[in-house]
T-cell receptor, first 115, second 112 residues
Framework: AQSVSQHNHHVILSEAASLELGCNYS??????LFWYVQYPGQHLQLLLK??????LVKGIKGFEAEFIKSKFSFNLRKPSVQWSDTAEYFC?????????????FGTGTKLQVIP | GAGVSQSPRYKVTKRGQDVALRCDPI?????LYWYRQALGQGPEFLTY????????KSGLPNDRFSAERPEGSISTLTIQRTEQRDSAMYRC??????????FGPGTRLTVL
C-alpha cells in the first residue's frame, strides 16, 4: 500500500518569501502525484499534478513541484508567496496502474503568510 | 450544478442514531470516492466506486459504515449506530477512471 509523508505541519512565512513544502511517498510501482490546496472555508482544490513526462510540473498561482524519482519526493515550491496563499496544502499519491485509483493523502501542511 | 455537491453540509446527531450522507458527483464522472477527514489530518480513504460497482471498501472502519451507488451516479454513505469517534468531515470526490478528482464541500458530522 502507498503512503505519503509531509514533514512540515505548520509553516509561517512573510510575504515575498520563498516556499518549499516537502512530500515523500512510498510505493513500489509507478505513481501519479498531486498537490491539493484548501483555502479557509473552502473545499479541496487541485493545485497541480504529475502523471508522466517532465518531472517539473507547473500549476496554478505560480506553484510548481518537482518529481524526483530517486528520492520518492514531490516537493511543492513557490518563489514568492502572497498573503492569499494562506491555506492548507495536501500532497497525494495514486498508483499509476490502470483503473485502480485509490488516492492516498498526506496529513497536510498549514501555511500562514504574514503580510 | 457544475461541481460535486454533498448534503447535508452539516449534521448533528445523537450517539446511536443512523445517518445518511449524500454525494452527487459531476455528471459523467465514472469514479466516486468517499474520504473522512479528522481535524488536523489529511483525508483518509474510505471507499470508492467505478460506475455502480464498489471497487475497494478497505478503508471503511467497521461494519457500521456502508456505501452504495446503485445507479452509478449519486452515492450514499450510511453510518449506523453512530459514535462520538465518527465525528469528522466526510468528503466525496468524483473523477474519470484515470486522472485527478474533484472534491465536494464535505459534510461536517458531529455526534453528541
Amino acid at each position: 500500500a502507498q503512503s505519503v509523508s509531509q514533514h512540515n505541519h505548520h509553516v509561517i512565512l512573510s510575504e515575498a518569501a520563498s516556499l518549499e513544502l516537502g512530500c515523500n511517498y512510498s510505493y513500489g510501482g509507478t505513481v501519479n502525484l498531486f498537490w491539493y490546496v484548501q483555502y479557509p472555508g473552502q473545499h479541496l482544490q487541485l493545485l497541480l499534478k504529475y502523471f508522466s513526462g517532465d518531472p517539473l510540473v507547473k500549476g496554478i498561482k505560480g506553484f510548481e513541484a518537482e518529481f524526483i524519482k530517486s528520492k520518492f519526493s514531490f516537493n511543492l515550491r513557490k518563489p514568492s508567496v502572497q498573503w492569499s496563499d494562506t491555506a492548507e496544502y495536501f500532497c497525494a499519491v495514486t498508483p499509476n496502474s490502470g483503473g485502480y485509483q485509490k488516492v492516498t493523502f498526506g496529513t497536510g501542511t498549514k501555511l500562514q503568510v504574514i503580510p | 450544478g457544475a461541481g460535486v455537491s454533498q448534503s447535508p453540509r452539516y449534521k448533528v446527531t445523537k450517539r446511536g442514531q443512523d445517518v445518511a450522507l449524500r454525494c452527487d458527483p459531476i455528471s459523467g464522472h465514472v469514479s466516486l470516492y468517499w474520504y473522512r477527514q479528522a481535524l488536523g489530518q489529511g483525508p483518509e480513504f474510505l471507499t470508492y466506486f467505478n460506475y455502480e460497482a464498489q471497487q475497494d471498501k478497505s478503508g471503511l472502519p467497521n461494519d457500521r459504515f456502508s456505501a452504495e451507488r446503485p445507479e452509478g451516479s449519486i452515492s450514499t454513505l450510511t453510518i449506523q449506530r453512530t459514535e462520538q469517534r465518527d465525528s469528522a468531515m466526510y468528503r466525496c470526490a468524483s473523477g474519470q477512471l484515470v486522472g485527478d478528482k474533484a472534491f465536494g464541500p464535505g459534510t461536517r458530522l458531529t455526534v453528541l
